[in-house]
């Protein structure tokens, strides 16, 4: 890899600059020397990055010079207001029959509607489905201009071995899967562009800011939300995964810059559910020809280490559960054009772009070669697993006390292609095998039935079994994310499907609220209630919320039930209502009295007055930029407005005008939280909380309100040196302890071992859950709940305060891996708590509540304490 330092710099400079013009067009030999044809149009590349109006401009001016080869559609607008490109590029014969390959590939898909016989014709003349993405990373910006490369070379290539290729390849490119993430790192890297240092390791083009372009605009890491589909970039992606069923995926990132290039096969753990030939056998046999084509160049790689294919949410796990080789390649990269390495060499943008653009086009000619077996194994897995019949077993879920979780839980099952159906009779759930904390109860009719003969239902399994076997091997990820657990919801797994009538998943039908004398309830506890309180309260209605559960009639409802009376409302309350609980899909009850059958009367001044909250979260650095991204994207979900106060200007900020404040994890341990804010900070906050401020901390930021004095409760770490320091910053005097031997003589391959059995990873723990408690009103967990923890901090038990939600002295793990060791250190501490501070409070949870958006039973917890957390009985 040369250094041309002419190539370096981008258009603008270099025209001031720079005497000679730069050549336009591709770096010589980046295509193998094949006839192109003329009249398509050859993208800029390999000298600057190509920003993403010229991207979209390219790829419209290459669908309009090769229509007979190239369709181009558009996947998705982001927030930001970002076109993603989505190319189809095949041949001229396969693009006219377009539709309908791709329907004869949906019958693939599902055995059931076709016989053998018709699969084998099909095989036999059908192309292979080849799916290209890029830079779902956006900082791992090479991957979109090697698309450009790609594209180019397939639209143009006059070669008969490319045509051959586009007879038996349908290539379905995703260019740039992170437009946000992309731009704002395209900018970062342009505005941090001078004529000097380009290369420089420490230079600002190579040293991401605050967010860094990896995210898109709302900070989720979009690799892992294949499966939760929480933004809508990877909603748009998967939607159109299901209708185009790929058999072939590569993912191509970028990873450190002192690397070499990564493609398959992973290594351990590689879950053992997915499919053999997939994540198996043909992921041998694409890194075999990935090898070949690198070796014939001399070029370093690496396989089996590093990347693992265990966690479902990845953008290799997920499509390989599919039924497609799903692989992730990753070239060294990140930053600006150029980076100087260790071994001095200069890592290009030119290297990187032709790295990624051998193994796009190696993909597309390995698919090709192999497209007859590709397609027989696609459709033959499917067959075997839908010949088990009822053997294959189901997965059952209860509607339980709060049926819209459930009901989530099916629609987000559904977004992954998997089937689900509904009983039409009730079962008994003896001899079933309870997932998680699921507690003996009924599955009347209604309930949810999810058969495992299905074509996906690998994915099915994956998702709803209580736990994953995952071998001696760490993981990447965490270990641990069940939905039955993720959401709490009763679910069961049956061995084999149990015969009960059922029917489709249908959208529930709408019940009209009926007018009502004294007013109306929402009962607590029920998902999508909290988007109808908060728009409620914004709108200027007035409500409170029972303290404490009461019945009317037979009916239930729970502490947190909110209280709408006529009285105090205008009369569009009804109205208003009624869309909101249907659009939320949450229960809503007239009362036409305020007396109760037993508990507080609808007047009780036990109840809590409700207030719109007015609510800032702290951003910018340290905060951990998904930690921050997904408080974020849940209260915009929420519809609950909120500032994004950059930290730095906590300082000369009036906080007086904010309800809430909310401080995430800063990713070490509270100490960059309190080096920031510093005893100005910190006696602002405290003496905002004693004006009557609710402050929220999670993780580092429970953390820090510890160490600046804002809560009594103390704190550990899991890590020995970790718990060394913390007790060294207490008492400098303190002594090490002495060594332990064994450790001394552990041996050096065995020294990442150690960091296993000092951590959790991710996994669900049992949590002890005081549903009495303002912060856990409505959590349905008298049996106790399954939290996602993931190490540290361990928050001690509020001496002062209130600990609704804890770890007992008790078993605790419910999935994933947990070292056994750890489980002591964890019990008896909490997981939320509560102290009151003068007039106002602090909350801290030991982990992150809204984890990626993916656990709905905690974040109720996030809902509680803006609603309900400065709670206090009056009188007192
Ligand atoms: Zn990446």
Not at 5 to 11: C, D, E, S, V, Y
Not at 659 to 680: F, I, R, S, Y
Not at 743 to 768: C, H, M, N, T
């Amino acid at each position: 890899m040369g250094h041309p330092m002419r190539r370096i710099l981008p258009a603008t400079l270099c025209a001031a600059l720079c005497a000679a013009p730069l050549a336009a067009g591709l770096p010589p030999g980046l295509l193998p020397a094949a006839d192109h044809r003329p009249e398509v149009p050859l993208p800029d590349l390999g000298v600057r990055y190509t920003p993403q109006h010229a991207l979209l401009a390219y790829v419209r001016a290459l669908a309009a010079a090769a229509p007979d080869r190239v369709r181009l559609t558009t996947l998705n607008l982001t927030e930001e207001g970002h076109e993603q490109p989505f190319l189809v590029i095949t041949s001229p014969g396969n693009l006219k029959r377009l539709d309908e390959l791709q329907a004869l590939n949906a019958k693939l898909a599902d055995p059931r509607s076709c016989g053998e016989d018709e699969a084998r014709r099909i095989t036999e003349t059908n192309p292979v489905f080849v799916w290209l993405g890029y830079s779902v990373h956006g900082s791992e910006v090479s991957g979109s201009e090697a698309a450009l490369a790609v594209a180019y070379h397939f639209a143009a290539a006059r070669d008969p071995e490319v045509l051959k290729q586009l007879d038996r390849v349908v290539i379905l490119m995703d260019l740039t899967q992170n437009p946000d993430g992309r731009v704002r790192h395209l900018q970062a890297v342009a505005e941090a562009t001078t004529p000097f240092n380009a290369n420089d390791p420490q230079d600002a083009q190579n040293a991401a800011r605050w967010p860094s372009g990896r995210f898109n605009h709302r900070l989720f890491d979009l690799n892992r939300d294949w499966v939760w589909q929480t933004q809508g970039e990877t909603r748009a992606k998967t939607a159109a995964f299901l209708r185009w069923n790929p058999q072939v995926l590569a993912d191509h990132h970028e990873m450190w810059p002192e690397a070499s290039y990564y493609f398959p096969p992973t290594m351990q753990p590689i879950h053992q559910g997915l499919p053999e030939p997939f994540a198996g056998r043909w992921q041998g046999a694409f890194g075999q020809a990935l090898a070949r084509t690198f070796d014939a160049r001399g070029w370093a790689y690496f396989s089996r280490d590093v990347f693992d294919l265990f966690y479902p949410g990845y953008g290799d796990t997920w499509p390989t559960f599919q039924g497609a080789v799903g692989m992730t390649f990753e070239v060294a990269g990140q930053g600006g054009p150029a980076y100087k390495r260790q071994d001095g060499d200069i890592l290009t943008l030119e290297g990187r772009l032709r790295r990624h653009t051998v193994a796009s086009l190696a993909t597309v000619a390995t698919a090709a070669a192999g497209h007859r077996a590709l397609l027989w194994d696609f459709q033959r897995t499917r067959r075997e697993r839908a010949a088990l019949g009822d053997r294959a077993g189901a997965f059952l879920l209860a509607e339980g006390e709060d049926p819209g979780r459930t009901r989530a839980l099916a629609d987000l099952l559904a977004r992954n292609g998997i089937e689900v159906l509904r009983t039409r009779a009730d079962l008994p759930t003896t001899g079933l095998e309870a997932i998680g904390l699921t507690k003996a109860a009924a599955l009347p009719a209604g309930s949810y039935l999810v058969p495992l003969d299905q074509p996906r239902g690998a994915l099915a399994q994956a998702l709803l079994e209580g736990e994953a076997h995952m071998g001696p091997k760490p993981t990447y990820d965490i270990t641990a994310w069940s939905l039955p657990l993720a959401f709490h919801v009763p679910a069961w797994h049956a061995k084999a499907r149990p015969r009960v009538a059922t029917s489709p998943l249908a959208a529930d039908a709408e019940s009209p609220l009926a007018e009502a004398a004294w007013g109306y309830l929402i009962p607590a506890g029920h998902e999508g209630a909290e988007r109808t309180l908060a728009a409620l309260l914004q709108e200027g209605f007035k409500a409170t919320a029972l303290a404490e559960p009461a019945t009317l009639k037979e009916r239930q409802f729970g502490a947190g039930t909110v209280v709408l009376p006529n009285r105090t409302n205008p009369p569009a309350l009804r109205a208003r209502l009624q869309a909101l609980a249907a659009a939320n899909r949450h229960p809503v009850a007239g009362v036409d009295s305020a007396q109760m059958t037993t508990g507080p009367d609808l007047g009780s001044n036990r109840s809590l007055i409700l207030r719109a909250p007015r609510i800032a979260v702290l951003m910018d650095r340290p905060a951990n930029p998904m930690a921050f991204g997904a408080v974020a994207h849940t209260l915009i979900e929420s519809g609950l407005p909120f500032v994004q106060l950059r930290a730095d200007r906590l300082g000369a900020t009036s906080l007086a005008r904010f309800t809430h404040l909310v401080v995430v994890d800063d990713g070490a341990q509270g100490k960059a939280w309190q080096q920031l804010l510093g005893e100005g900070g910190a006696a602002k906050l405290k003496a905002w909380v004693q004006e009557g401020g609710s402050l929220l901390a999670f993780q580092g930021g429970a953390v820090y309100a510890s160490r600046a004095g804002l809560a009594q409760a103390g704190f550990h770490f899991l890590a020995k040196t970790a718990e060394e320091a913390r007790l060294k910053e207490k008492d400098p005097k303190r002594e090490a302890p002495k060594a332990d031997p064994a450790e001394l003589v552990r041996p050096w391959d065995k020294r990442e071992e150690r960091a296993l059995e000092e951590s959790i990873p991710g996994a669900f723990l049992k949590a002890q859950v005081d549903g009495s408690h303002p912060l856990a009103w409505g959590l349905h967990a008298e049996a106790g709940g399954a939290v996602l923890d993931t190490s540290d901090p361990i928050l001690e038990l509020s001496p002062g305060g209130e600990n609704p939600i804890h770890y007992a002295k008790e078993d605790l793990k419910v999935s994933g891996l947990v070292p056994k060791a750890l489980e002591a250190k964890l019990q008896q501490t909490a997981y939320a708590l509560r102290e009151r501070l003068g007039q106002g409070a602090v909350i801290l949870v030991a982990g992150d509540p809204v984890f990626r958006g993916q656990t709905p039973f905690t974040r109720r917890l996030l809902h509680n304490a803006i609603f309900f957390g400065a709670y206090r009985p009056a009188p007192e």
